[in-house]
């Protein structure tokens, strides 16, 4: 009897490699000429970061350089979810950024949906925020993540748990 192999798609993002990328940053602010006497803060929780500065031009550079430590350090930008900008006291502009985890059921449903269409003989299933993909085969199974990494998705996708 043959055994099944299976993955799962899931979307997720190593905390410490952001935690180090947002220390970088901030390092960066510190010592770069433009930039040091601005009052700039990032603060992070586990969903979100807040980047707290003087002005929009501040805030730019500021984004830029976390979007370039975001690359460096092996993360997606996808993970970035930039919400409003908004007005913080004292004249400065505060920019929430919210942090992507997990496959909101929309796109589960759509990954499922092509897996389905374009390879009859395997299987996925949607398991909370991670999708389950199996099949006998396991060239079936790594052709079906060539397929995904092919396709454009909002959200950054990993393949973990390949048995």
Request: no cysteine; charged share 30%; net charge neutral.
């Amino acid at each position: 009897m043959a055994s099944t192999n299976s993955f799962d798609v899931v979307s997720e993002f190593d905390q410490q490699e952001l935690t180090n990328a947002v220390d970088q940053t901030m390092r960066e602010v510190r010592t770069r000429y433009d930039l040091k006497s601005t009052p700039t803060e990032i603060e992070q929780q586990d969903n979100e970061l807040v980047i707290t500065t003087d002005s929009d031009f501040t805030l730019k550079a500021v984004t830029d350089i976390l979007e370039s430590r975001v690359i460096r350090r092996g993360l997606s930008l996808k993970i970035l979810d930039y919400q409003k900008q908004e007005q913080a006291s004292g004249g400065k502009v505060r920019q929430p950024i919210k942090l992507k985890r997990g496959i909101p059921e929309e796109i589960a449903k759509q990954i499922s949906k092509q897996i389905r269409s374009d390879f009859k003989k395997v299987t996925a299933q949607i398991q909370g925020d991670s999708v389950r993909v199996s099949s006998k085969n396991k060239d079936d199974l790594q052709a079906v993540i060539q397929s995904l990494k092919e396709t454009e998705y909002p959200i950054a996708l990993q393949f973990t748990n390949f048995r």
